[in-house]
C-alpha cells in the first residue's frame, strides 16, 4: 500500500470557484503534512504545513487534518490561472532522530484554473 | 536572498558517463537531501544528510552516492547512468528540529 496517496487529477475548476484537493496516508506515526505547488518543470515549493487536527487558513489557502481518517486535505478560494500546477501533499515520518523525519509524497494531484 | 543552488540546471550524460550534480545552500542548514522525480511521479529521496552524518535509503541503487564536504554545499555522484536514471533532481535542505524544507531549483539529466 502505498504510504501518501492523491487522485492524479486533472482537476479542473473555473477561475474564481473553490478548488478542493485531497490527501490520505497510510502511516499513523506521520505527525505533519505538507502542501508542496510544482510548475512544470520547477521545484516544489512550499504553500504550508498542517500537524493538528483542524483548519489552518493561510490567505486563500486552508489546510485540513483528519487524523482519525487519515485523511488531508487543501482548499485553494477565489481560484485563479496562475494556481494552475500540481500539488503534492506529503507527510513526515518518523526516523531515529528526535523528531525530524523525512517527506514522504504523493505523487501529487494537477490542477487546472480555467479563466 | 539566502538559498538553494543547484548546478546545473540541464545537465546531458551518455550511457555509462560518470555524472556529478551539485547543491549548495547559504541557509546554514545543517540537514540536506536528495530527490529524484520522475515524470509525473512523486518526489523520492534517495539520501539524506545530519551534518555529516550519511542516511542512505534502502532502495536507493548503489549507482547513486553522496559527498558532503562541508555545510553548504552536498555532490550526487552516478556512477554509471542508465537510461532509467534520467530525471529531475531535487536537493532540499532543512534545520533539524523544524518542519520546513526548502527546495533547489533541480537538475534535470538527460541521458542519451
Known amino acids: 500500500q502505498k504510504e501518501v496517496e492523491q487522485n492524479s487529477g486533472p482537476l479542473s475548476v473555473p477561475e474564481g470557484a473553490i478548488a478542493s484537493l485531497n490527501c490520505t496516508y497510510s502511516d499513523r506515526g506521520s505527525q505533519s503534512f505538507f502542501w508542496y505547488r510544482q510548475y512544470s518543470g520547477k521545484s516544489p515549493e512550499l504553500i504550508m504545513f498542517i500537524y493538528s487536527n483542524g483548519d489552518k487558513e493561510d490567505g486563500r489557502f486552508t489546510a485540513q487534518l483528519n487524523k482519525a481518517s487519515q485523511y488531508v486535505s487543501l482548499l485553494i478560494r477565489d481560484s485563479q490561472p496562475s494556481d494552475s500546477a500540481t500539488y503534492l501533499c506529503a507527510g513526515r515520518k518518523r526516523t531515529f532522530r528526535g523528531s525530524q523525519g523525512n517527506l514522504i509524497f504523493g505523487k501529487g494531484t494537477k490542477l487546472s484554473v480555467k479563466p | 536572498d539566502a538559498m538553494v543552488i543547484q548546478n546545473p540546471r540541464y545537465q546531458v550524460t551518455q550511457f555509462g558517463k560518470p555524472v556529478t550534480l551539485s547543491c549548495s545552500q547559504t541557509?546554514?542548514?545543517?540537514?540536506m537531501y536528495w530527490y529524484q522525480q520522475k515524470s509525473s511521479q512523486a518526489p523520492k529521496l534517495l539520501f539524506h544528510y545530519y551534518d555529516k552524518d550519511f542516511n542512505n535509503e534502502a532502495d536507493t541503487p548503489d549507482n547513486f552516492q553522496s559527498r558532503r564536504p562541508n555545510t553548504s554545499f552536498c555532490f550526487l555522484d552516478i556512477r554509471s547512468p542508465g537510461l532509467g536514471d534520467a530525471a529531475m533532481y531535487l536537493c532540499a535542505t532543512s534545520r533539524e528540529g523544524e518542519d520546513t524544507q526548502y527546495f533547489g531549483p533541480g537538475t534535470r539529466l538527460t541521458v542519451l
Open positions: 541557509l546554514n542548514h545543517n540537514v
